[in-house]
């Protein structure tokens, strides 16, 4: 018993597991395996025999390096980083307190002639402005005079304090000492300066950077336009006001020394298999040592950053598309193999593309993003599953193009938009044939987003031309490879795409035909559901095609029992003759008829399942209250009086279901008004509702409601009123009755007067 319970447990755990989640778990590591192999990362360490060889002893052998291996050249290192120091530029930092102090000092300066001017005569007002003579050195006292004299001083006031801010804040160089006391006028300096709150650098030329004594020069030169009169008082103005504050900054300068150089990397220099490392007889050198070491030590050590980083890389791609690819509507789960497919593709680009980068043999100015195919993944997937898995898809296929690329953006942008573009070239494709309209369209953009790519570089017009060709070939044959392997997919898969559905819309398929010819009425009945269902799906955004062909051959299974259904009688009932337990055998059995003739027609599985589902598992109300009548109540059960076969699962089963309903519905009025088919629109839905039917299809009240005026409108279609003609023979006889009596009535008229 307790063997019998851990199986029972064992076989519940083993349906919990999730197979998707485990294969993408190991293409996850697949991935990570052959990122590491292809960026050869190699764990081997070589030990050599080094011990014969020291510093300053002459080498008793010659020594040739067994094996490519690098190592670090520091002599060369040391030049690159005395050329970086040289190249280091100085840090000068504009204070910002001496900035805001002469710019206060104006201001009060301003303020206190503002204050007297009006009220004082110019020999006190000079007296007022004694202090600044010992505040600024460059203070004149004529300066108030003139500005006295002016009839207008403060638009003086106004301009030399926007160009003294201007002056101040972008810094006036104090004299340097030194190695700056000779900077030449081209060297450039890197400038700090404190901008609303944060700090802004710059590297600019030593010549741009103000000095104090060309201050006047440049307020003049500023001014003199709208100011000719006044630009020399106001440059006078602006060189008292100045001051230096643009300092060399030593320790600044020191830290970023120290940056730049702890950020460049070592100079590595590459010794090939064969070189004469240092010959008999030679007195060996400290670089001859670093080179035997070097070949005799980790030659390629084991990277654990690039390890972690790769792993992280695509742990995060992995967990990016799982993001994707699980929203609602991207996986129609409709068939096992779309995940699969999704998986199989993924692995054949990122294949292609490792081998593609790493082992092709293109020439240098052609881009290997130009021969991947990003087109063909997303268009087989935007057919297969659904548009935004193939928009996702593009964005995935790009981030994988950028690691594999050494994170090159161009091949990453070019496959994006060159995926994105044929999943949007593929969107409205009706027919195979617009397959290769696809590919041409496609391949007409890959033109135009190659040629905008390399108009930000320097290329040759030849390569323009080839780099084009190729592109548009790249695109064309997509459409190509898509149109020759998608029939495959689709037979493995039984997809119900696009292409597919409108081949089984066909009224001349054998299985319409005989519905048409040995149950006219089920087959008119599913023509009048399909319309009503297409119209629905479209108005809440379903599948429309689907929708329709589920409509068609929803009731595929009634064509061998067609006599049992009442649109298919035309004499007399049969069930009328039959016991309600026989008679809701007969009518159950047509939907497990109509599953098991779906399958044998390889019908796709959103088309079972809408024949399966499009009665959920509601009462077969006739017979069940006939055997009420009949019977007993406590030996009928509703169950045995109901579907089995499950509620529907997805919003166009669901259109089906009611669809189904309301079309028969209707056809019991009598007068179909607009009022009476409304109100039995919303009765016969509301009977869905209330009997739970729908509840599993994911449709909101507001999509039922869009369903139900999409009905009503269709219906509305097929049943409107007409204008009843009169007979035309009654018409005649009654004109010329008529005309015969007003002929009468005239003579009678006549003979009065």
């Not at 006219?520 to 297409?534: C, I, M, Q």
């Not at 309903?661 to 009025?669: G, P, Q, Y």
Request: proline share 3%; net charge neutral.
């Amino acid at each position: 018993m307790i063997k019998k319970n851990k199986k029972v447990k064992l076989k519940d755990y083993c349906k919990k597991i999730d197979i998707n989640k485990i294969l993408a778990f190991g293409i996850l590591v697949f991935n990570l395996l052959l990122l590491l192999v292809f960026f050869r990362v190699n764990s081997s360490f070589y030990q050599r025999n080094i011990q014969d060889f020291q510093v300053g002893k002459v080498a008793e052998r010659t020594l040739v390096a067994e094996h490519d291996f690098e190592f670090i050249d520091r002599i060369s290192t040391s030049r690159r980083n005395y050329e970086l120091d040289r190249n280091i530029t100085p840090v000068f930092v504009v204070s910002r307190e001496i900035t805001e102090e002469a710019i206060l000092s104006f201001d009060m300066f301003a303020q206190r002639f503002y204050e007297y001017s009006e009220k004082v005569s110019l020999d006190e007002l000079k007296k007022h402005f004694e202090d600044f003579k010992l505040r600024h050195r460059d203070f004149n006292i004529e300066i108030v005079v003139q500005l006295y004299e002016k009839s207008s001083p403060f638009s003086i006031f106004e301009i030399s304090r926007a160009i003294l801010v201007s002056v101040m804040n972008r810094g006036i160089i104090a004299p340097g000492k030194g190695r700056f006391s000779s900077y030449g006028e081209d060297e450039l300096i890197e400038i700090w300066r404190f901008i609303a709150g944060r700090i802004e650098r710059s590297d600019v030329p030593f010549s741009d950077v103000f000095k104090r004594e060309s201050i006047r020069e440049f307020t003049i030169s500023s001014v003199k336009n709208n100011f000719e009169e006044d630009a020399t008082l106001i440059a006078d103005i602006v060189y008292i006001f100045s001051r230096e504050n643009c300092f060399y900054d030593f320790d600044e300068t020191q830290r970023k020394r120290e940056r730049i150089i702890t950020a460049a990397a070592p100079v590595y220099k590459t010794i090939e298999k064969g070189t004469v490392i240092i010959d008999r007889g030679f007195i060996v050198t400290e670089q001859h040592m670093e080179m035997i070491n070097a070949m005799g030590s980790a030659v390629m050590h084991i990277n654990f950053r690039i390890y972690i980083a790769i792993l992280l890389y695509l742990m995060a791609v992995y967990f990016l598309a799982n993001i994707f690819f699980s929203q609602p509507g991207v996986i129609k789960k409709v068939g096992a193999g779309e995940v699969p497919l999704l998986y199989i593709l993924s692995q054949l680009f990122f294949i292609y593309a490792l081998v593609i980068h790493n082992f092709s043999h293109i020439p240098d100015w052609l881009n290997y993003a130009l021969i991947i195919p990003a087109p063909l993944f997303t268009m087989i997937l935007a057919i297969i599953i659904s548009q935004r898995a193939g928009l996702y898809f593009s964005l995935i296929l790009s981030i994988l193009v950028l690691i594999i690329g050494d994170f090159s953006p161009f091949p990453a942008l070019f496959c994006l938009f060159n995926g994105i573009v044929g999943v949007l070239c593929v969107r409205k494709a009706d027919t195979r044939l617009d397959l290769i309209i696809a590919g041409l369209k496609t391949g007409l953009f890959n033109i135009f987003f190659i040629i905008t790519f390399l108009l930000f570089t320097e290329t040759d017009y030849r390569v323009f031309l080839s780099s084009s060709g190729i592109a548009f070939l790249n695109g064309f044959f997509s459409g190509i490879v898509v149109l020759g392997i998608l029939p495959i997919i689709e037979l493995a898969l039984n997809s119900p795409t696009r292409f597919r559905l409108i081949e089984l819309l066909d009224l001349s398929n054998p299985i319409l035909k005989k519905m048409h010819s040995m149950a006219p009425g089920t087959f008119n009945h599913s023509l009048s559901v399909g319309n009503l269902a297409e119209d629905a799906c479209r108005e809440i955004g379903a599948n429309a095609l689907l929708g329709r062909v589920g409509a068609y051959y929803h009731d595929i299974g009634k064509i061998e029992q067609a006599e049992y259904f009442i649109e298919n009688q035309t004499s007399y009932n049969k069930h009328d003759y039959m016991k309600p337990s026989h008679s809701v055998s007969v009518i159950k059995s047509h939907v497990k008829i109509g599953i098991e003739k779906g399958k044998e027609l390889r019908l796709p599985q959103a088309l079972i399942d809408i024949i399966a589902q499009h009665h959920g598992n509601g009462l077969i109300s006739y017979f069940y209250v006939k055997a009420l009548k009949l019977g007993t109540a406590t030996k009928i059960r509703p169950q045995d009086y109901s579907y089995v076969e499950g509620k529907p699962k997805s919003k166009e089963a669901a259109v089906v279901l009611l669809a189904d309903n309301v079309e028969a519905a209707v056809r019991t009025l009598k007068k179909p008004t607009y009022e009476r088919i409304d109100k039995l629109v919303w009765e016969v839905m509301f009977s869905k509702i209330e009997t739970d039917q729908i509840t599993e299809s994911d449709l909101t009240f507001n999509e039922l409601k869009i369903i139900k005026n999409s009905f009503v409108t269709t219906l509305m279609g097929a049943y409107h009123s007409r204008i009843e003609y009169p007979n035309l023979k009654e018409a005649v006889k009654e004109a010329e009755k008529n005309k015969k009596n007003a002929e009468n009535n005239g003579h009678e008229q006549q003979n009065q007067d």
